[in-house]
Every structure is written in C-alpha cells, then in structure tokens.
C-alpha cells in the first residue's frame, strides 16, 4: 500500500529523512512517534505528496509519486484523508463547509454531500457547532473539524498528524474508537504522535523516528 | 470577499478611466468620419457673379444651374449679405469694414452637389462651363479640402489603433493585477483546496470568471459614463464650420456590445495571465 | 511587502493621474495668467489714417505719439501691408480680395504703452487728443478686450479650485484605499503586536509612515511626468494669437515644492483616516 | 493578584463562564483543566483583556479591567507572558525577531534585546532555529517559540494555554521545569492544559471548569 525507498529528505543543511525504509501493508493500523523535530509530519506529508523526496521512491498503491501528474495526484488525494497538525481550516467558511468541501470537490451530490457531513459532524461531537466559523471555535472542537473532514470521505488511507494534542482524554478515546472503526472497514490508519496514553492504549506497530532514521520499529 | 472588494473598486476605476479613454476616441473618430463624409457626399461650389450683372444675366445663371445634375442652390448670397456676414464672422476685427466707401464684395451663389458619388463628377469641367457663362466672375469648389480631412482621419485612425492597444494592455494589466492580489489573499485556501483533492481548474475557474465579471462591469461602467457625457455633450450646440452645429452620434449598438465583450475578453485574459503565474507554485 | 507592492502601484498609478491633472491645470492656469498679465500690461493702441494723409501730417501725428508718456510706436502699417495682413489671415476665404477695385483698408500706426500699471492711464482722454489732430480717423485700444479675458481667467481659476479639490479627495480616497489594504493584509500581525503589549502609535506609526511615501511618491512622479510633458510641449511652437509663439513656463520652483508636500500631507490624511477606520478594532 | 468576580461570558446563546468567582494569590501555581470547549482559553483571554466579560469584574493588580484605557491594557500586557494555544506567530519574521518583539514594543536597547532572546532561544531549545520562520517549522518548534515570547519578558504573570500539546514527554518535562523556575521567582503562573502527565506531575491547585462552572478547585 505504502511503501517507501531509501528516501532521503533535506531541508537545506539539516537531514529531516535520512535513507528511510518504510512499508506499510494495506489495511495496518501504525503509529510513528519520536521527538519533536524528529521527521514525523515530514514523513506524512512525503506520503500525501505534500513534499517531495530528495532521493528515493514513494509509491502509493503501486503508483509512483515522483512521476505523477499534477490532475493524477489530486485523484489520488481524494483517497487519503489527512489530519493536519495546523488543522487549515478555512477561517471564512463555516465548519459544516470546511467539512463538505473535501467530498465536493470530487463532484459528489449536493445531496449526499450534506447527508455524509451531517453524519460525520455528529461522529466527532459537532453538530451544534456546525453554522460556527472555525476562529470561534475551542482548540480542541477546531481539531475535531478537522478530524471530521479527514473521514467524511471514507478515505483508503488516513494520514493523522498529533489528531489529539489539544483534546481532553475522554475526547481522544473517542475519536481513538473513531479511528480503529475505520480501520476496521479496511482502511490503512498511520497516525503520528507524542501521546504515550494512545499508543499504550493499543497493540500495534509503532515506527519511531529519531535524528533522520527510524530507531525502532516494532511490529 | 470583503477584504478584495476595495482591490477590485480601485481596478474596476482605473480600468473604466483606460476604457474610458478608448471609448471617446471611438466616439470622436466614429464622428469625424460621419462628417468628412458628409462633406465628402456633398461637393459645394460658390459661383461668384460680377457687379452689376443684369437680372436677365442672373436668371440665364440660375437656370444654367439647376440645369446641372444633382445640383442645388443652397443660397443666393447678395452684396449686402456677403459683407454683413463678413462683418459678423471678423467682429471686432472687422471694425474697418465700416469706413469702406463702396461694397467690394460680390454677390454669389452657393451650390451643393448631392450626387451619389461625387467623386467621379467632373468639377473642373463644370467650372469651366460656369465661367464660360457672361456675368460669372469666379468659381471656386470645395474638393481639394476634403482629399486633406480624409488623410488626416486617416492618421486619426493610425493614432488612435496604437493608442487602443496601449490601452487595452493596461486594462488586462489591471485585472491581473487585481486577479494576483485576490489569489494572494486566498492562497491559503487555494493550498487547503488542492490538499483535499480539487483539480487545477476546480480551483482557477473562479478566478477567471472573476476576471470576466471585472472585465464585464468595467466595459459596462465605461459604456455608462460615456452616454452620459455624451448626452451632456448633445445639449451644447457646437458650431465649427458653417451655421448648422455640429450633429453627434453616440456608438453604434453593435459597437457597444463589442467594446463590452472586449473589456470582458480583456479581463479573462488578465486573469488567466494572473492564474498561470500564480497557482501552479 | 511583496502583496502590498501591487496594490501600491496601483494606487500609485491612479493617484498620479489624479494629480497629473491637477498639475497640468496648474501649469495651463499659470502660463494663461501669464500671458493675459503681460497683455494687460501693455496696453496697445491702432490709430488708423485718413486716405491720402500728406506726409507733413504724418510726421505730426508720429511726433505727438512718440510724445505721449510710455508709449512706443510699434510698428507703422501702410494701407499695401494692411491688405496683405488681411489676405494672410482669411486664407482661402480671402479670395474675393483679389476681385476689389481699389484697396479700402486704412493705413495705421500700431502703439504700445509700456507703462508700470496701465490700468491708471486714462485711455479715453488720450483717445480723444489722438482723434483731434488733423489726418486721423479712427482709434482703437485693447482694454476692453483684457478686461473680457480677466474675467474669463477668474471662472477658470473657480472650476479649477473645484475641480483640484475633487482630485485632491480622490488622492486621499486612493491612499486610503491602500493603506485599508495593507492594514487588511496584516492585520494577524497587528493583532499580535496588540497582544504583545504594543501601544497604538506603535502599530500606527508605520502605516502613517507608508501613507506619506506614496504620497511624496506620487507627487514627486507627476513632477517628473509634467516637466517631460513640458519639455515636449516646449519643443513645439504654438501659434495662439499674433506672429510669435507662445511663451510656456513651468511651475515655478516653491510651487513645486508644495504641490509635492501637499500630495504629501494628503497621503498623510488617507492613511490617518484608513488607520482611523481599522486599528480600533 | 488575579481576581473575577461573578464573571459571566457568553457567546450568543452559549454560555460559556456563568458566573465565575476566582482569586489567585501573587506567586501562585495554578492548572486550568477541563474538557474541550470548557472555557479554559476564554478564562485566560478574559484574565488578558483580549475578551470582556458580558457580567462580573476581573482585576489584575487591583486594575479594573472594565475601566482600564487603551494604552494602560497595553502596558499591563507588558508584565504578562501568554503562551497562545494556536501559538499566534508571526509567519514573515524570523523565529528571533518573533520572540525579539515582545521587549522591542516595550522600548528596551536592542542590545538588551538581543541578549535576552538569544538567552531565552537557548532555554526551549531552538537556538539552531533562530533565522528560520515559523511556517517551516515542526508543531512543538513553533510551539516553544510562543513559548519563548511569552517568557522572555520576565513575566509577573505567566498565561500559558495548552502549552506542551506538541511536545513529546521529554520536552514536556523540560518547559515544565522553566515554568516552575519562572513561579520560583515570583510570578504567578496560570496553566490551561489537558494533560494528565502535567498536572500530576506537580502538588498544586487545579481548576476544573465543566459548562460554565468551576466544577473542583483543589488548593
Ligand atoms: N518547509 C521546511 N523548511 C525548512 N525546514 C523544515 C520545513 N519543514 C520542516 N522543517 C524542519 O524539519 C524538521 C522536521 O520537521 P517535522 O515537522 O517533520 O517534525 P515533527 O516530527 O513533525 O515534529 P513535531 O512533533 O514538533 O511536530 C524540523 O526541524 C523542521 O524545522
Ligand atoms: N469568539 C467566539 N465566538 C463564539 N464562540 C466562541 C468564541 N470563542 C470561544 N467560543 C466558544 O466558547 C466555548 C469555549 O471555548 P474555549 O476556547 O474557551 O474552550 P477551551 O476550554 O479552551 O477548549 P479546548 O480545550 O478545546 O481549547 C467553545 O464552545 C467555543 O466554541
Ligand atoms: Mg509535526
Ligand atoms: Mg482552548
């Protein structure tokens, strides 16, 4: 599903990715941890092709990101949901918007448009928060807007980066439930964090990054 | 929005002030053509008659005249009217006609030809028939005058391209500049829009209709603006040659809705420059 | 800075036009006061003579002239020049002069009175004197005409003040405009600067600072742009009135001083009423 | 030092502090917790001026914050450090002149200046980072440098509002010992967080807010 060879990424002089191996099968559920700094948004953003490699291969279902075109990256994207660590939400929509644009850009029914943000808003605790612009929002309901428009799409893949740095602990147990559910359904889950309370909460592969290469990777 | 409403007002005004510009200059040639055309249509004679003449002289005149294909007589100008007009036309100036002891002026007539195409009547050849008569003292026509308008309309009209497309190159400088700004401000969005997936036209198409909109309203505003001096410019009365004031027409209805499809063009163009410089970083 | 600079050159580009405007009226207001100031003050007289004067008459009147206080005999026109000046003037309406009999323009002596204030010579009596001698038979003088001009100068110099303020509230109209912007575009900025401690002139401050540069900005480039047009202007010779060309000169220096400093001062004005407008939120 | 009384804030129909009382002591160590959307950022926003209560008095140092004039707020916010929860950094400067500003509006001698913040760069770490800006920084960098501004002052009032949800279990520690150096010397230090490590880590007084009351408030 993921896979990624002997990737190097360098923002100027300082090595972020340093000849990284990763390979993460279709269906896994996996966390990458490690200091901040350390490389973890940079490695979810490689995968998203949000950043490009400065040597090495990233192929996302057997689709190389270093030969595809601008319209093919932008199909693919539609597959792979992303919590980003700075939310970007839209300050000038409202939340209910900021959540539907990522399923109306793939030209799906207004209809089922509504009915699938509805949903989701309801998933991660919104729904009355749904006319509100995201500057007016907690830190924590703002994290959740972004969560939600990350899994309206029932994404392939998800990509979520520190997703429960600023909710309170039953908060993130919930949206942690939110997350196996949809691994569940098939999905491949990468999340990146610092929180010792998620990963302890479940068993899984756990890559931790440290000085440009991955220092651990248990299964 | 509303942060770019002030960009888009202070280019929708500049852009109105360039189109502005053209649209006048439009108006104008379209005008001065109008008349030297006219002029052109209707080749006019004076035939002056010695003093003295006899009323049999004057009518054997006359009827030689009317005689002549498509001419009329627009007036006949006697000695007393020749030096009133004179006097009116010098004012001042012709405060000397006063201490003249006898009228030097000759009576004449004046004559339009009203032929299709005048161009092909023979002035000269009639000229001489008229002087051949007894009692005509001078001809005098009005041709090499309107062989001189037409080069100058036409340099008019070389002018006035060049000027256009200046023009025309600064209002697509100003949607683009307008077009950059609002993409500058939205870029934000823009990224979160390509970061959930949206295609490269899913983002630019509003940009460009954004272009269209400024360039529509810009081209109708001008339109707008250019009627209105127009009728302002109607309730004159101008007078440049001769008694009639000159007539104004305002831009043919064809015309009008080109020059609007041309600011709008311009705008999409303007903004389509902006985008491809813009959104593919 | 980089977003800022194209909503700056706009405004910029609006606002020179603006003053270009206005400094091109200043300039055409100048050099028309000029010009009727120096027609105003020298007074000239025509004094046409009687047909057939004797030239022992003739040296008369010329030594009574030359006798009078200030006043210079310019120029003696005999009747022959009188007739050629009037063909020249006519040009192709002139044509009827060639069929006169005899030549029924008088000859004249033009006179300038070059005194410090014209305005208290007493025209009329001078006049009077003049028609006594034997051999003259008409006078004329130019004061009625200079007093029609005053007055014309004086409507010009009301529709300029208006017409200047208008352009002046559209400069701090543009100026606002921008510096709205430029808040608009920074206001994160401003409001971590507020969250910071920072007072409000702190924040103020530099957006007054950027109100005066593109004040100073603009009217320093349409100096430049009217000195070139001026120069352009200079190199061709204008024909108005008489034989000699006219005279342009350019703002004079202190007047450029201030017309920088008050496209300065109102650059200050906008951006003060913009920052009114926004900081406070 | 810090006073409310009977404050009332809300934001159209929801309520968000109904009529909250709290006194903190000069030279105290207080945690703000409670879920998200409680109202823990809107109780340091009120305590900042950034927000005016819709009932109730707040003074700071026996300042009345309903009556205080413009530039008094601004030279009261001066004296107190705030850690933002969305860091509010300035994304065209660099990381030193991001922290430099907060003495440079007080007007103190650029030399003073530079030595302080390149000192206080030093203490979260970021020294390597001083020339970077913001927005090519990682999560935790970005916050430490709203860290690095809030402290840099010598704060008599520490505002920190989810201060270490970026940070990895290590640097956590690390900011928490700064901020206990910093209550050490004087300052009252007020806490936002949801982080079970962070306040257990610590014997103090913890304000629990839930709908709008301060539901425990252990001395
Ligand atoms: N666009 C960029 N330009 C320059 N340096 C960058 C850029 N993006 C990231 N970096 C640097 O790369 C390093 C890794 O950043 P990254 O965001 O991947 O860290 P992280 O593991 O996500 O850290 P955190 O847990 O703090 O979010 C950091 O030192 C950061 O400063
Ligand atoms: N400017 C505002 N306009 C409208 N509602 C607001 C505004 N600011 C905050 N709120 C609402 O007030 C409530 C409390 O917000 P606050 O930011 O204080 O929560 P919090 O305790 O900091 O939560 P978190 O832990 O998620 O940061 C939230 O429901 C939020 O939506
Ligand atoms: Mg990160
Ligand atoms: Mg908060």
């Known amino acids: 599903m993921i896979q990624l060879f002997q990737v190097v990424k360098t923002f100027g002089p300082n090595v972020v990715l340093n000849n990284i191996d990763v390979k993460i099968s279709k269906g896994e559920l996996v966390f990458v941890t490690g200091p901040s700094g350390a490389g973890k948004t940079t490695l979810l953003r490689l995968i998203f ?171 | 929005m509303k942060r770019n409403r002030a960009v888009h007002l202070l280019s929708l005004g500049t852009m109105v002030a360039c189109l502005l510009i053209l649209g006048a200059f439009l108006i104008l040639f379209g005008n001065l053509s109008n008349w030297v055309g006219q002029w052109g249509s209707t080749l006019s004679m004076s035939i002056y008659l010695k003093d003295g003449v006899s009323d049999y002289k004057r009518d054997k005149i006359d009827a030689f005249i009317r005689a002549l294909p498509g001419a009329r007589i627009r007036r006949f100008i006697s000695k007393e009217d020749a030096i009133e007009e004179l006097k009116a036309a010098l004012g ?3 405060g000397f006609l006063e201490r003249l002891t006898h009228n030097p002026l000759p009576a004449s007539y004046e004559v339009v030809f009203e032929t299709a195409d005048s161009n092909r009547m023979d002035t000269e050849e009639i000229k001489a028939r008229l002087l051949g008569l007894d009692g005509v003292a001078d001809v005098q026509h009005s041709r090499q005058w309107v062989k001189r308008l037409e080069g100058f309309l036409h340099i008019v009209r070389l002018v006035g391209t060049v000027i256009g497309g200046l023009l025309c190159l600064c209002v697509v400088f100003m949607v683009t500049n307008a077009i950059k700004l609002t993409i500058y401000s939205r870029r ?94």
Chains 1, 4 share one sequence.
Not at chain 1, 103 to 126: A, D, F, I, M, N
Not at chain 1, 193 to 207: N, P, V
Not at chain 2, 236 to 260: D, H, N, R, S
């Open chain 2, 92 to 94: 001042e100036e012709g």
């Open chain 1, 49 to 219: 092709g949000a950043e490009r490699p400065c040597a090495g291969h990233i192929l996302i279902n057997a689709i190389n990101l270093n030969r595809i075109s601008r319209s093919k990256l932008a199909l693919l994207r539609r597959k792979i949901g992303f919590v980003f660590q700075d939310f970007k939400l839209l300050p000038h929509k409202t939340v209910f918007e900021n959540v539907a644009i990522a399923l109306e850009v793939t030209g799906l029914r207004p209809r089922l448009v509504r009915k699938k943000t509805h949903q989701t808003l309801r998933l991660v605790g919104l729904a009355p928060k749904e006319k509100a612009y995201p500057p007016s929002l907690s830190g924590g309901e703002q994290q959740r807007v972004a969560i939600a428009r990350a899994i309206v799409k029932d994404p392939l893949i998800l990509l979520a980066d520190e997703p429960t740095g600023n909710l309170d602990p039953d908060l993130t147990q919930d949206i942690m439930v939110l997350f196996r559910n949809i691994h569940q359904r098939g999905a491949t889950v990468v999340i990146a964090t610092h929180s010792r309370q998620l990963i302890a909460g479940i068993e899984c592969r756990t890559i931790v990054l440290n000085q440009g290469n991955i220092f651990e990777d248990m299964g």
């Open chain 2, 188 to 281: 934000d969005e823009i990224e979160i829009l390509k970061l959930v997936g949206a295609t490269d036209w899913f983002v630019k198409l509003p940009f460009l209709l954004e272009g269209a909109v400024l360039g529509f309203f810009g081209g109708g505003l001008t339109i707008l603006a250019l009627f209105l001096g127009y009728l302002g410019l109607c309730s004159k009365k101008i007078y440049l040659l001769g008694p009639t004031p000159l007539e104004f027409v305002f831009l043919p209805g064809q015309y009008v809705a080109v020059f609007v499809s041309v600011s709008m063009v311009l705008g999409i163009v303007g903004s389509f420059i902006a985008i491809g410089r813009f959104i593919e970083v």
